[in-house]
């Protein structure tokens, strides 16, 4: 078990079709399938946010998704190219309406990820928190209850308003607050920098939109 755990946090490098980028640093997270998940289902809530992030685990687990990989750092844009690029130290590419994020995505040869995918992803950040040492219990309460200890919010410890992309590495993923993310289908991750971690905890996704947002990609 601890075997699969640990494949599922290794990093990896990925060649993205013709765009300049060489290469994308990006995590692994385990499709529906793997046993990390089953582990994860044993949880006892100790919140109403964590029995729902819960829910949406096993419906992704159920929707057989399959094996995909997140960047580590969020979107910006290459001053040269105008394609995306996923590398620290740079103004997230936020102010994209939905068509320009899908449009971005496809000329890059990445996508907008699901609902689904994301949940899975979390799934994955608890799983390395605890690896990490964290409790089970305020690993789930900072990813589904208070995230502050994990992204760039306003309460925050050395807030100090938007930061660059690369920001505030915790288990291997960069920029998890700081600007709101959209999913495919105009969903969204409220976890923006002007909001506390718990109004907006990295686990809250609603139908939205907002011109701080990043696209979450995958591929």
Known sequence: MADIALKSESLVRHIVGKTPINSIDAIIVAGSVSEVYEVLMNHKPNHEL???FK???EKAI??????FRVPVCDPSINEI???LQFVPNYKPAIGYCYNELEKLAQENGIRLGIDNQ???FLGTIINRLMIEGWSENVAWNAVCVDSKELGNYADSTDAKGIQLTGSKKVVGKCDLGNVCKILANNKIISCAYWTHGEWCPIANVSVGYCQYSVGWYVF
């Open 62 to 67: 159920r929707a057989g998704v399959e094996t």
């Open 81 to 83: 190219t105008g394609k």
């Open 50 to 52: 964590e029995a729902k």
């Open 55 to 57: 829910n949406n685990l």
């Open 118 to 120: 994301y949940y899975l």
